[in-house]
Antibody, heavy 119, light 109 residues
Framework: QVQLQESGPGLVKPSETLSLTCAVS?????????WTWVRQPPGRGLEWIGE???????DYNPSLKSRVTISVDTSKNHFSLNLTSMTAADTAVYYC????????????WGQGTLVTLSS | QSVLTQPPSVSGAPGQRVTISCSGS???????VHWYQHLPGTAPKLLIY???NRPSGVPDRFSGSKSGTSASLTITGLQADDEADYYC???????????FGPGTMVTVL
């Protein structure tokens, strides 16, 4: 059973950088899948942030591209999200997910972690 | 503002059938559509992939279809634990991003 678990700070100060990690179990991050970050601001819908392949190739949402970096650590079987210059608009539940090449859907998701801006 | 449109809510009595629509344009629903069930505080769950395929373990009460720039998710034999938010999702080739619908809340009366 594939499982993903997000970890990271629940509070981030304005203008600082958010760093989250997603630990993957039940699958190798070297498998033929992409590894994705999605977020959901309070009361709003889901937004795709970006994703990465185990080779390090990454794709990002153009609306966030200038502030986002996704990286992968194959030795730890996890991948990470960095989002710079945080503002109140970045307050959201952040999910990691597997983007399966079989059907190209987000087939496994983490429980999500709430990130709030705090001054 | 999402490029995909879904009704905010649908409701039905236990045992009934409900259908959730998802509409868009050729730049997004020209691609495959996927559907997710989401209970707040939990991990979203993939219900339908590539328009009309169910992952292993998803009951056949859930079915999907797509025609042109519209897609739909149908739940038959509605059950109390079907109460959740449902999202359609596709890729938008104009925006170069994966997109989600705004979500539809299903209420079991």
């Amino acid at each position: 059973q594939v499982q993903l678990q997000e970890s990271g700070p629940g509070l981030v100060k304005p203008s600082e950088t958010l760093s989250l990690t997603c630990a993957v179990s039940g699958d190798s991050i070297n498998s033929n899948n992409w590894w994705t970050w999605v977020r959901q601001p309070p009361g709003r819908g889901l937004e795709w942030i970006g994703e990465i392949y185990h080779t390090g190739r990454a794709d990002y949402n153009p609306s966030l591209k200038s502030r986002v970096t996704i990286s992968v650590d194959t030795s730890k079987n996890h991948f990470s999200l960095n989002l710079t210059s945080m503002t109140a608009a970045d307050t959201a539940v952040y999910y990691c997910a597997r983007h399966g090449v079989n059907g190209w859907a987000f087939d496994y998701w983490g429980q999500g972690t709430l990130v709030t801006l705090s001054s | 503002q999402s490029v995909l449109t879904q009704p905010p809510s649908v409701s039905g009595a236990p045992g009934q059938r409900v259908t959730i629509s998802c509409s868009g344009s050729s730049s997004n629903l020209g691609h495959d559509v996927h559907w997710y069930q989401h209970l707040p505080g939990t991990a979203p769950k993939l219900l339908i992939y590539a328009n009309n395929n169910r992952p292993s373990g998803v009951p056949d009460r859930f079915s999907g279809s797509k025609s042109g720039t519209s897609a739909s998710l149908t739940i038959t034999g509605l059950q109390a634990d079907d109460e959740a938010d449902y999202y359609c999702q596709s890729y938008d080739s104009t925006l170069s991003t994966f997109v989600f619908g705004p979500g539809t809340m299903v209420t079991v009366l």
